[in-house]
């Protein structure tokens, strides 16, 4: 009977402990719904744009070197200097909406989605590498843009994507590609700018977990469906957080969180894994054009650490920091991006017809549009 009597009462602990459990996360699920809803009901001068809308023209499916197809739009006169964008990690060409908007008018503008993202498929090799990303820089510029010029735009993972086409072609520069942006991007260390002297037991952590999710895929498939269903509040706040800065759109946090949460589970298994243990740093000294690097001010993700480390690396570039800007500065802050971009480009292309050599060391700071 005592014996009885004591696994009752162990079992009203665990029910007590599994009651108190479930409380608690349901009220950290309310939490998360007040707490989205507050940043979603703000004033938001950008709910009109269409963010997901796509430049006009279709190029792909573009073959990559390996098989993978690569989906592939334009935007702007055939005859004009080409801008070619690639876009950051878990998102697609539609991140660079404000440019391909703006900057089709004076150029052409090429938009990629890179391999696993987007509408692009799946690697055929399995590659999901930075290295393979560097190569399909090279498959886009032979199909889209044989002669030249070409500016690369890079976000993030397209940054590094460019910086690894560099150390695979360096041939390429000052011939057919013209200049380079580099946007909230880095070379190397992305857990230790991020996370300081922890970053490299969080890299081991990330690989051990990477290794789980390889095994089996299965688990990040069910936990893909279940932030879909259940984490919709969740995936925003920590979006608006990680991605933007205090001041963003939430039109624009609700279109990059959604993009995000859709990308498919290898992505966040092999590219991001690939990411955090990737170095570029020897990549930087091919990168031999003049070279524009910008920030946001509220980066947390590659911080202005990092963009100061690639002006000084790269042979001839120049900084902007842009205020209030976070890790996606090109759409929070666009009107400043993109007036900051324009005018690299007109003097980079001057210069280049001229046969003047630029000087574009230096720092300087952007204020932000409001």
Request: glycine share 10%; aromatic share 6%.
């Amino acid at each position: 009977m005592a014996e009885e009597d004591g696994t009752a009462r162990r079992l009203r602990k665990v029910a007590i402990g599994l009651g108190v459990t479930a409380a608690a996360a349901t009220a950290a699920v309310a939490a998360q719904r007040v707490a989205a809803r507050r940043l979603r009901d703000r004033d938001d001068p950008e709910s009109g744009e269409a963010l997901g809308s796509l430049p006009p023209e279709d190029l792909g499916p573009l073959t990559a070197f390996d098989g993978t197809k690569l989906h592939v739009r334009a935007a702007g006169p055939r005859e004009a200097p080409t801008l070619v964008f690639f876009h950051g990690f878990s998102l697609d060409m539609t991140t660079w909406y404000y440019q391909w908007r703006e900057l089709s008018d004076r150029y052409r503008c090429v938009l990629v989605d890179q391999r696993a993202h987007g509408r692009s498929s799946n690697p055929a090799s399995g590659d999901y590498s930075v290295v393979a990303m560097g190569k399909d820089v090279k498959s886009v510029l032979d199909e889209a843009v044989p002669e030249g010029p070409a500016i690369l735009v890079g976000h993030s993972m397209g940054g590094m994507a460019i910086l690894s086409f560099a150390r695979q072609f360096p041939e390429e520069f000052g011939s057919r590609v013209a200049g380079v942006v580099l946007t909230d991007t880095a070379a190397s260390d992305l857990l230790r700018e991020v996370f300081g002297g922890i970053g490299t037991r969080l890299g081991w952590a990330l690989r051990r977990v990477g290794d789980r999710y390889t095994a089996r895929p299965d688990l990040a498939e069910r936990l893909q469906r279940w932030i879909r269903k259940y984490g919709v509040d969740l995936t925003f706040l920590v979006g608006w957080v990680t991605n933007f800065g205090p001041g963003a759109s939430p039109s624009q946090v609700e279109h990059v969180s959604r993009i995000s949460a859709d990308a498919q589970p290898e992505v966040w298994i092999h590219t991001l894994r690939d990411l955090v243990e990737m170095d570029l740093r020897h990549a930087l000294e091919h990168v031999t054009v003049p070279a524009l690097v910008v920030v946001g001010d509220r980066d947390l993700v590659t911080p202005k650490t990092s963009a100061l480390a690639l002006r000084a690396a790269l042979p001839d570039a120049r900084a902007v920091v842009i205020t209030g800007a976070g890790h996606i500065s090109m759409m929070e802050k666009h009107q400043v991006w993109n007036e900051v971009v324009a005018g690299y480009l007109e003097q980079m292309l001057s210069v280049r017809s001229s046969g003047r050599r630029p000087h574009h060391g230096g720092r300087r700071r952007a204020a932000s549009s409001g």
